[in-house]
């Protein structure tokens, strides 16, 4: 096996980008692996208005594009390929992508998270088109629309709540006769005029052309079938750590969110982790890209205090 690398960054999103920036400019010759799909939860949002310095705004992929070009231009390696295999028990440690195994002194995981879907074949069709996941990232451009929000708990009343600033109306709909969120929420969420609980049912399709139109919804009590004009559909229901890779080497909390400490280490010295895999609060790519930064400098200074030294608890 060639010489360990100083770095090996996994993820190719805000925080694997911004961590490929920042290793690249101190020298470290950072390797990317971008993982299965370039951008992460960017790869699939239309636009983008809130992330500081971009003026008019971008797409996901334009503003993934430019943080790649920016990283490549200070010596990160990309890679767009996904590693299927890590082994931190041993130091350097080992990263495994197709038939290749590769060796680093530190390294870096930002392997993101994923929203839950419904599964329908519609809600496909239309994410990013009317469809998303955020809705601080995307309840801006609803103001004066009818609007639906998926979801039972705290998470779906707190966007529920949150996109009455922009919406005219907002439809909660729940699959049960009553939610799971905690009691002082559902009091605030269900006091707001503009909000409407739909209970015991299910979204069965989004209904649409170019753009979200309307959803078709089940009661599941009864098997019966309405539609809701809307121009929007907010997804609540919760989204799954990129970790099952980490499982047994990195410590997670019950969701299988990586746990970090508040200088992005995790509790193997030289691995750190940034973005979505350890923040299951704000996910948004700011905050992605500053926990990416945080990282970086973490792991320049990991690498100076290894120099000449044995790895921690050898």
């Known amino acids: 096996m060639p010489e360990p690398r100083n770095v090996i960054i996994l993820g190719g999103g805000p925080a694997g980008f911004t961590a490929g920036l920042y ?6 010759s950072p390797l990317l692996f ?16 809130n992330y500081p310095g971009l003026g008019e705004g971008v797409t996901g992929p334009e503003l993934v594009g430019l943080m790649q070009q920016q990283a490549q231009r200070f010596g990160c390696e990309v890679k767009f390929a996904e590693v299927t295999k890590v082994d931190f028990q041993q130091h350097p440690f080992k990263v495994r992508e197709g038939g290749e195994e590769h060796a680093a002194k530190a390294i870096i995981v930002c392997t993101g998270s994923t929203p839950r879907m419904l599964g329908l074949e519609s809600e496909a069709r239309f994410y990013g088109r009317g469809v998303s996941t955020c809705a601080t990232c995307d309840g801006f451009f609803y103001r004066g629309k009818t609007i639906a929000v998926v979801g039972g708990g705290d998470s779906a009343m707190e966007e529920a709540v949150f996109l009455t600033r922009f919406a005219a109306k907002v439809y909660l709909i729940h699959r049960r006769d009553r939610f799971r969120a905690s009691e002082i929420m559902q009091k605030r969420t269900l006091a707001n005029e503009k909000i409407e609980a739909v209970y015991d049912s299910v979204v069965a399709e989004v209904l649409g052309d170019e753009k979200v139109t309307g959803v078709r919804v089940k009661n599941v009590k009864t098997d019966g079938l309405s539609e809701l004009a809307l121009d929007g559909l907010f997804l609540a229901i919760g989204h799954t750590p990129n970790t099952e ?8 909390d019950s969701e299988g969110y990586l746990l970090t400490d508040n200088r992005q280490h995790t509790n193997i010295p030289g691995v750190f982790a940034g973005g979505d895999v350890q923040d299951h609060v704000f996910r948004q790519a700011v905050t992605a890209a500053g926990t990416g930064c945080a990282a970086a400098i973490e792991t320049e200074r990991f690498l100076a205090d290894l120099e000449g030294r044995a790895y921690p608890g050898r």
């Open 34 to 49: 971008t993982g299965a799909q370039l951008g992460g939860q960017l790869a699939t949002t239309s636009e983008i208005e």
């Open 245 to 252: 890779l980490f499982k047994g080497q990195l410590d997670m």
């Open 23 to 28: 290793t690249g400019r101190a020298s470290l």
